[in-house]
């Protein structure tokens, strides 16, 4: 299973991002999934997770500003981001929990797109 992110780049405070995370291989089915983002100097931390139903978490400091949705029928996440701030800087990953058609459930993270908000 592989998960390749792309959509970051460099914006200005105040605009939006969409990130986009596709999944492909052996699947049978994608469970939760999530992003992640890393900061220079700083551990990786919680974005945005979206289980099978739909259901959505968010830590405070993109709630409100990012909306995370997945396209089950193309094995693929989104992540919509507005009002991007420059504390949003980081790499993102994208992660997700798959069942695999041989039976084993695994845990697999992409390469990881930078997100720079500057002005």
């Known amino acids: 299973v592989h998960l390749v992110e792309s959509g970051g780049g460099l914006v200005q405070p105040g605009d939006s991002l969409r990130l986009t995370c596709a999944a492909s291989?052996?699947?049978?089915?994608?469970?939760?999934m999530g992003w992640y983002r890393q900061a220079p100097g700083k551990e990786r931390e919680l974005v945005a997770t979206?289980?099978?139903?739909?259901?959505?978490n968010y830590p405070d400091s993109v709630k409100g500003r990012f909306t995370i949705s997945r396209d089950n029928a193309k094995n693929t996440v989104y992540l919509q981001m507005n009002s991007l701030k420059p504390e949003d800087t980081a790499v993102y990953y994208c992660n997700a929990v798959a069942k695999t058609v041989v039976g084993s459930t695994v845990r697999v993270w992409g390469q990881g797109t930078q997100v720079t908000v500057s002005s």
């Open positions: 291989g052996s699947i049978l089915s994608l469970n939760l």
């Open positions: 979206i289980n099978s139903g739909g259901a959505t």
